[in-house]
Structures are given as C-alpha cells and as structure tokens.
C-alpha cells in the first residue's frame, strides 16, 4: 500500500510537471514573466536552422525593407526584391541606441516602424536576426568609444554602473516582449549580443575586458532577459575573422547560453582582398563546422559583404563558391545606406552586380523567402 501510494504521488508529481512545461510554452503564455522556456515557434525556428543546410542557405539582408540607395520608407521595398522579386529569407535589424529610451536607432530608424517590418518578416515565413550597437554606459558615446577602460568592469554586478546598464538591457527586453503578430504570436528573434568581441573596436571587445568578464557580462544580458520573461531569442555568437580554434572559443560562454555558432567577416580592399577573405572563411567556417557537429548547433555566416560591389560577379565567382561548400544555415550582407554613399552591400537596379546578383538567386542553393519551408511550425 505504501509502495502503491509513493508510486501515485510521483505519477502525480510527473504528470504536474509535464503539465505546467506544456502550458508555459502555449502562445497563451507566451509573455509570462520568468518563464525560461522558449516559445513554441522559437524552439521550431532553431530546429529548422539546422535542417535548412540540407537544401541550401538563406540569404539575409541588413535593414531590408526599411531604406536602400537613394530611398527610404516606401512601402513594399526592398533593393534585393527590386532586383529579383523576393526578398530576403533574412533579415537583420539594429537596435543601438534603444537603451536610451528614445525613439530612433542610432542610424535613425523608428523602433515602431523596425517592429512592423520585424512582424512582417515573419507574417512572409522569413526570419529576422538583431544586432545592439549599445552605447558606451560610462562615457554616454557610443559603442566605438574605447578610449575608456573599464567599461565592462563598470556594468558588472557590483560596478558602479551596473543598474543603468540593468535599466538600458530593460528596454532591449521590452522591445524583444513587444514583437507581437496580430494573432497574439510572440516573433522570435535571432539575438547576436556582443559582437566582434575577438576584435577591439567595441568597449565589450577583446582588449576592453578580461576573458572572465565577457562571459560575464553574456549570461548577465541572457540571465535578465530570461528574467524579464523574454522567451522568443535564440542566442548567436558572432566573432570577427581573428582565429579560429583558441580566439574563437576563448570567450564562449558555454552550449546552454548560445544557440548558433557565427562568424563576422568583410571582403576588403577588393581585388586585392580576394584571396584573404576567401582563406578567412575557408578557415573560420571549416572550424565552425565542425564545432557546429561536435555542439549540436547549426553555423552561419551572420555578417560579410564587400562595400560598394567594385567586382561585377562577386556573387557568383567570391562568395557562392567559398560558402556553398559549408553547412551555414544563412548568409547576412549588411546594409544599403541611404544616408553614406558608398555604403552598400547587395545591389540595387543598375548597380554593377546586380545581373550577377540574378544569377546568384537563381542558384538552387541560394534561398529567398519564398524558397524556404515553414521556418516555424
Ligand atoms: C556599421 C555601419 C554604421 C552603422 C552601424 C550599426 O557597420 O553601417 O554606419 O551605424 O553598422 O548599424
């Protein structure tokens, strides 16, 4: 009897269990504070990205729908879709700035129109990644102010900036809860908090910080946002081209706070630079994936381009052959800037590349929006 009775009481305390893992991952939840499991679609998103490698890879653009070379804020546009008709299975957004609690980013987008396009990136079945240019929390500049060291220190538990910096990540966090379709579905989000920190440009990079403190301050932002009931971000580690092996995983904070392996790299110096981009990514993304297989987590190229295009079948000659030959789940090419001239990584009608560009969407591998399966279900 006894026996019988401890048996039922844990039938009883399993079936409690199953039953509350359930609920917290219904849509219903979805924005339940402290909860820290993911949504329902974000866990499918994850999969899915390490099943797309199987037919291809997705092509991403930064700021996509937002502005492109010479225009801005016209609805249904796109530089890439004017070219080919789709648009990016991808698409990146920057949130730098968020933290202050105003209005605009920091290369002057408005957070609620960026939230729109984020909805309607996956209204179309496409993803979306975010990228934090956060200011500098000490000296008020911005996040290429690494004249003052000791910034990290500083946001650290314990720093004497570590509540502001709490109070900067809150408005990140109230963005992320802010993704909401129309349905009341929460949008997941691929999040690559602290980018390039194998370089030094950032007050969070490698020279501006002690290994200890990088990770640190990586499960602090994943701890709170956890906390705020944040459950739609998948986590991406992005490094610069330093490595790989040791420099790249010398600052990773562990498997249970990173969902996808990345990696950071440019085209410089066009003709020139051919050679060495091509042996960076030979390099960098033989290592990813294998360490992709050996974690379990899909890779991806998360941010590259060559500005300006100079190099008429870069497409099809530079980038498709280097990358085709690994597993990454997509490619990002950063953005088309309506406000620097020059600063443009895909193309735009009548740009140099573009006819190549075609060629390149027209690849069974390269995949566009319309080309991908149900990211989320
Ligand atoms: C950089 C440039 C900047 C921009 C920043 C954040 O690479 O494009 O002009 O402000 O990214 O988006």
Same mark, same amino acid.
């Given at each position: 009897?006894?026996?019988?009775?401890?048996?039922? /009481?844990?039938?009883?305390?399993?079936?409690?269990?199953?039953?509350? #893992?359930?609920?917290?991952?219904?849509?219903?939840?979805?924005?339940?504070?402290?909860?820290?499991?993911?949504?329902?679609?974000?866990?499918?998103?994850? =999969?899915? @990205?390490?099943?797309?490698?199987?037919?291809?890879?997705?092509?991403?653009?930064?700021?996509?729908?937002?502005?492109? /070379?010479?225009?801005?804020?016209?609805?249904? =546009?796109?530089?890439?879709?004017?070219? /080919?008709?789709?648009?990016?299975?991808?698409?990146?957004?920057?949130?730098?700035?968020?933290?202050?609690?105003?209005?605009?980013? @920091?290369?002057?987008?408005?957070?609620?129109?960026?939230?729109?396009?984020?909805?309607?990136?996956?209204?179309?079945?496409?993803?979306?990644?975010?990228?934090?240019?956060?200011?500098?929390?000490?000296?008020?500049?911005?996040?290429?102010?690494?004249?003052?060291?000791?910034?990290?220190?500083?946001?650290?538990? %314990?720093?004497?900036?570590?509540?502001?910096? @709490?109070?900067?990540?809150?408005?990140?966090?109230?963005?992320?809860?802010?993704? /909401?379709?129309?349905?009341?579905?929460?949008?997941?989000?691929?999040?690559?908090?602290?980018?390039?920190?194998?370089?030094?440009?950032?007050?969070?990079?490698?020279? #501006?910080?002690?290994? *200890?403190?990088?990770?640190?301050?990586?499960?602090?932002?994943?701890?709170?946002?956890?906390?705020?009931?944040?459950?739609?971000?998948?986590?991406?580690?992005?490094?610069?081209?330093?490595?790989?092996?040791?420099?790249?995983?010398?600052?990773?904070?562990?498997?249970?706070?990173?969902?996808?392996?990345?990696?950071?790299?440019?085209?410089?110096? #066009?003709?020139?630079?051919?050679?060495?981009?091509?042996?960076?990514?030979?390099?960098?993304?033989?290592?990813?994936?294998?360490?992709?297989?050996?974690?379990?987590?899909?890779?991806?190229?998360?941010?590259?381009?060559?500005?300006?295009?100079?190099?008429?079948?870069?497409?099809?000659?530079?980038?498709?052959?280097?990358?085709?030959?690994?597993?990454?789940?997509?490619?990002?090419?950063?953005? %088309?800037?309506? *406000? =620097?001239?020059?600063?443009?990584?895909?193309?735009?009608?009548?740009?140099?590349?573009?006819?190549?560009?075609?060629?390149?969407?027209? #690849?069974?591998?390269? @995949?566009?929006?319309?080309?991908?399966?149900?990211?989320?279900?």
């Amino acid at each position: 009897m006894k026996v019988f009775n401890y048996l039922a /009481v844990i039938a009883l305390l399993i079936s409690l269990v199953a039953c509350t #893992n359930k609920q917290s991952t219904t849509k219903e939840d979805a924005s339940t504070p402290d909860s820290n499991i993911n949504t329902i679609e974000t866990q499918t998103l994850l =999969r899915s @990205l390490s099943q797309i490698p199987a037919i291809g890879f997705m092509f991403g653009h930064q700021d996509d729908p937002l502005y492109g /070379v010479t225009w801005e804020g016209d609805s249904d =546009r796109s530089d890439v879709k004017s070219i /080919v008709g789709d648009y990016p299975a991808v698409m990146g957004f920057e949130i730098g700035r968020i933290e202050k609690g105003g209005e605009e980013s @920091l290369d002057n987008v408005n957070f609620d129109t960026m939230r729109q396009e984020i909805i309607n990136q996956y209204n179309r079945g496409g993803m979306t990644t975010i990228s934090w240019h956060m200011d500098n929390p000490v000296t008020g500049g911005d996040s290429w102010d690494v004249a003052t060291k000791g910034v990290v220190t500083s946001v650290l538990p %314990n720093g004497e900036n570590h509540e502001i910096f @709490l109070s900067w990540l809150q408005y990140g966090a109230e963005f992320f809860n802010s993704l /909401v379709t129309d349905d009341g579905t929460k949008v997941p989000v691929l999040f690559r908090p602290w980018h390039e920190h194998t370089g030094s440009w950032f007050w969070w990079g490698k020279d #501006n910080c002690t290994t *200890e403190e990088y990770k640190e301050l990586w499960i602090l932002t994943y701890n709170f946002f956890q906390e705020q009931g944040v459950n739609n971000l998948l986590y991406g580690y992005s490094p610069d081209s330093q490595g790989p092996g040791d420099i790249y995983m010398e600052r990773y904070s562990g498997d249970e706070y990173v969902d996808l392996l990345g990696l950071d790299t440019y085209h410089r110096d #066009n003709e020139k630079g051919i050679e060495a981009y091509q042996n960076t990514l030979n390099t960098i993304l033989s290592f990813l994936t294998e360490e992709g297989k050996r974690r379990n987590k899909p890779i991806a190229l998360t941010e590259t381009g060559l500005e300006a295009i100079p190099i008429a079948d870069w497409w099809t000659e530079v980038l498709l052959p280097t990358i085709e030959k690994y597993p990454i789940s997509y490619v990002l090419l950063w953005r %088309n800037a309506r *406000e =620097r001239p020059n600063h443009y990584y895909a193309p735009y009608p009548g740009q140099k590349s573009a006819d190549d560009f075609v060629k390149f969407y027209n #690849n069974p591998k390269t @995949l566009f929006v319309k080309d991908i399966p149900n990211l989320y279900k």
